[in-house]
Every structure is written in structure tokens, then in C-alpha cells.
């Protein structure tokens, strides 16, 4: 089969791979969309240290399942699928407890620092645990589906935040994660929604997926700003969707006393923190990592159309072309979004 290898920092090649084995529990699915994701972009030149060559990167991705294992029972050839990028053991603590996003075994498709290594979905075939998928919707396109990933970590973002009806939130950072928490909140009944970011072009997108109000970053009165639009209190909630030292701190300097701030964002493995006003002003801080459970009730919303992701969707490209829009993407080109390939 064809496969997009991470052959070495910052060097895609498409290369002949062998079909990958399954095992009685897996499915053998042939990929029909792989979105690039921003930490596949981070990875790409190891910032990260997430993604360690020679490795296939891709973890959101949806196709037809080509073969299952003999103790498989929920699907069959020819079933349209998607599935969870963290592959959970269904054992360990964590996961009898529910909590599969933390599960003490996992490994993340596409993802290989020591013993996370598993190759992901830029490839033609891809193998995975018959628990981790999910069966897509009448309708739903791939390429759509592809998209469900995302909009799961934003759900499960939404839901780590304890939100009282009609709750004033703020949204520090508005690529396609924190567009989707927007989307999220509206969903869950949030009332002023505000957006943070430095392009103009991300606010005007938060505009039309429900922010009431965008301000632009690194401004030295945003704080004010805020305040001026809670009655001078700050806003209930905050959700960080960048993952670095300035969006955390303007994300906790965004709430008011006894506020929450939650933190999905991952690019920086460490931030400078405030902790006299976290302290004295009782601010709850929550970590959301991936999602766990949100699947089903995401791919149900993408078909009722009650989210929208085409608008983010810049490019549908097929496999061979994913080293041009890998470094495209990496040069942070204006007005790339997200780019799915088609192996």
C-alpha cells in the first residue's frame, strides 16, 4: 500500500508499505480522508517531540472497512467508519472507570514517542481496534466525518467547563479548535461568547460561528475590553485553545473572581503561570485532554448539520500532494484552515 512517511524531520515521501496485519478484535479500513492536523504540522519539524521518524502520521480519519477480524461483531466489509485517534486498552483503571482518554495503556494513531509509536492514517489501509470506531451516519461525507476528531476535543473541552445557562465565556484562540468550542458553547446554551485572537480573519470566522464579540490579542487594555462587556466582572469561563505562555495568561486575566479557565490548547510543554491571581482570586483551573465519549453524539450533530465544518475545510488534495500542503501549512500560508488528503 501507498503511506506518507515522516521519513525525517520536515521530510514527507510517499513510499510502499506493507498492508498492515489485524488482529481478531481489529478492522482493516481503507482511508478515504485524513485531515492534516495542527500538532501533525508541529510534529513535522519536532518541535513537539510527538512524532518521532520514520513514522505515518494521521489520526483523523474516516473510511470503508475492508476486513475484519474473527471476533469482530458490530461491523463488516463494506461498513463507512471513523474512529477515535487514542486507541484505549479497556482494562487498566482508568478505562473501567470510563475515563478512556486517560487509560494508562493508550496510544494515539500517528503518534510514536516510545511506546505510543503507531502508524496512523495517511496511508491507503489502516488498522484499528474494533472499539475505537464508529459507524458514520447516512449522508455524512468523509471528508466531513474526517472532521469529527476535532470537534470531539472541543466537546470535550465544553464539557470539562461548568457552565450555568446563559454563562458569559471567553475563547482564547480561534483556529478550528477554538471556532469549534464556540460552536460547542452555543450548543450547551452559553450566553456572551467572546473570541481572542491576533488575525483578524480567525475573528470575523468566530463572528459567523457565534461569538458576539471579538478583540484582537496584545492589547494592553483586553483585560478592560472584557470587563466592559461582564458588567465590569470578568467572564464566567474561559477556554484556551493555543497552548502557550501569553493565550493562558490573557485566558485567566479573562475570568472573574471564583471563575474557571479551561486549557486545551497543547503546543508549549510548559507556560509561565500566575499564581497570585489564580490563588486569591479562586480560579479553577481544568486540563481536557482528547475526548471520552463524545464521539457518537458529535457524529450525529455533523449529520443534522447542527455543527459546521466545511466552512473550515481550505483543501481536499490527494495523498501524493501531502508533502506540498504539509510545508504550505508549515509556513503558516494565510487563509489555510484545514487540509484533508484522499489516499
Known sequence: M???????YRKLQLVDMPEPAIGPEDLLVRVRACGICGSDVHGFDGSTGRRIPPIVMGHEAAGVVVKAGSEVRRFREGDRVTFDSTVWCGSCRFCRRGQINLCDNRQ?????????RRHGAFAELVSVPERIAYRLPDGLAFEHAAMVEAVSIAFHA???TPLQLDASVVVVGAGMIGQLVIQALRIKGCGLLIAVDVDETKLELARKCGADHALRAGSSDLPDQIRSLTEGRGADAAVEAVGAAEPVQTA????CKGGSVTLVGNVSPRVELPLQAVVTREITLYGSCASNGEYQACLDMLARGR???????????PLEE???????LYRREPGLMKVILRP
Not at 500517528?110 to 505510543?116: A, F, H, I, R, T
Not at 485567566?252 to 475570568?255: D, E, G, K, L
Not at 465544518?309 to 481550505?314: M, T, Y
Not at 501531502?322 to 504550505?328: L, S
Open 2 to 8: 501507498k503511506a506518507l512517511m515522516l521519513q525525517e
Open 322 to 328: 501531502g508533502p506540498t500542503w504539509f510545508d504550505r
Open 158 to 160: 465544553v464539557n470539562r
Open 307 to 317: 455543527i459546521d465544518v466545511q466552512g473550515f475545510i481550505s483543501a481536499v488534495a
Open 252 to 255: 485567566i486575566n479573562s475570568v
Open 108 to 116: 494515539v494513531l500517528g503518534v510514536s514517542p516510545g511506546e505510543y
